[in-house]
């Protein structure tokens, strides 16, 4: 009959990924600032995937709204909205992947380290509170400035006794998001099939796109033209923050951005092989204890810290003109962390 030769086939089908998403394990996923602007299409895309079973979605306020609104979606997660202080551990607890995209964004003529004030003081909050209720968790940490909410997070940790270096990501898929679309308009290429990496950190020209190593390889594109891509890329949160003209920053690309980086996460923690994104996590690939580059994710988290590959001369300048901003901004972080 059509039924049991669908079932034939989806049974197959399931059996080739080696799992489904009724046999996938259970998975908590946590947001913290999940009534944000990048909290809310976050939450949304994370009710979506299939490999989430409890979907806890935390703020300082309007969560209940966003909890229930989201949790009417027909699909596989559990949605429970948290509010306050009171009630972060119980979001916490048992949480496999902790993304969070809480704190201020950017306005018109402001960097990412003028967000740093606010947000480092935010980000050592949640971060004490993950070492006593999910000090496993894989952390997927939104928050800018990147560069030094990474830090303060591993120092966090650190003195907590829970740092594990392969738990802790800086997200950076957004810069890669942008470094593909971008590349795929100027080299007329179908989109889908592009891949870029984008190494370095996530400000200004921390952010290093390698359009050398970028898939397929366009013969159509010049020096010029490198050149532009990676200076779009770069500036690729200011062109959004200069847009919304002062009501904030990227949201939805990072929603998407952020859902993709999870996702991956999910996938390694459930051993599907060869799951490769760009991620700012501890490094030995420069000098520099935190780096971005592509990063092997498996069942805990990190597998393997990949190198940078060949780079071209313009890439290298890039490389040496970004270590001496970014090595501050760590530097910051880590000074921030250890004072309070
Ligand atoms: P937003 O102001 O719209 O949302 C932030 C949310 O965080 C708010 O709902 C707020 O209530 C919540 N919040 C504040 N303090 C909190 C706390 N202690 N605990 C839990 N929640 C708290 O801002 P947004 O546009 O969603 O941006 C959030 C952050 O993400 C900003 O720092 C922004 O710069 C950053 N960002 C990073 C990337 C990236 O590529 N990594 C991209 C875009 C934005
Ligand atoms: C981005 O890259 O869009 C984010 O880091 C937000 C910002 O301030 O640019």
Do not use: W
Request: hydrophobic share 40%; aromatic share 6%.
């Amino acid at each position: 009959s059509i039924r049991s030769s669908l079932q034939k086939s989806s049974s197959t089908a399931a059996g080739r990924r080696s799992y489904s998403s009724e046999s996938a394990p259970e998975r908590k996923v946590a947001i913290l600032g999940a009534a944000g602007g990048i909290g809310q299409p976050l939450s949304l895309l994370m009710k979506l995937n299939p490999l989430v079973s409890s979907l806890s979605l935390y703020d300082i306020a309007g969560t209940p709204g966003v909890a229930a609104d989201v949790s009417h979606i027909n699909t596989r997660s559990e949605v429970v909205g948290y509010m306050g202080d009171e009630n972060l551990g119980k979001a916490l607890e048992g949480a496999d992947v902790v993304i969070i995209p809480a704190g201020v964004p950017r306005k018109p003529g402001m960097t990412r380290d003028d967000l740093f004030n606010i947000n480092a003081g935010i980000v050592k909050g949640l971060c004490t509170a993950i070492t006593k209720y999910c000090p496993h968790a894989l952390v997927n940490m939104i928050s800018n400035p990147v560069n030094s909410t990474v830090p303060i997070a591993s120092e966090v940790f650190k003195k907590a006794g829970t740092y594990d270096e392969k738990r802790l990501f800086g997200v950076t898929t957004l810069d890669v998001v942008r470094a593909k679309t971008f590349y795929a308009g100027k080299a007329k290429v179908p989109v889908a099939g592009v891949n870029v990496p984008v190494v370095g950190g996530h400000a200004g020209i921390t952010i290093l796109p390698l359009f050398s190593q970028a898939t397929p390889q366009a013969n159509n594109l010049s020096d010029e033209e490198i050149v532009a891509l990676t200076k779009r890329t770069q500036d690729g949160g200011t062109e959004v923050v200069e847009a919304k003209a002062g009501k904030g920053s990227a949201t939805l690309s990072m929603a998407y951005a952020g859902a993709i980086f999870a996702d991956a996460c999910l996938k390694g923690l459930n051993g599907v092989p060869d799951v490769v994104e760009c991620s700012f996590v501890q490094s030995n690939v420069t000098e520099l204890p935190f780096f971005a580059s592509k990063v092997r994710l498996g069942k805990n988290g990190v597998e393997e810290v990949l190198g940078l590959g060949a780079l071209n001369d313009y890439e290298k300048q890039g490389l040496e003109a970004l270590l001496p901003e970014l090595k501050s901004s760590i530097e910051k972080g880590i000074a921030f962390a250890n004072k309070s």
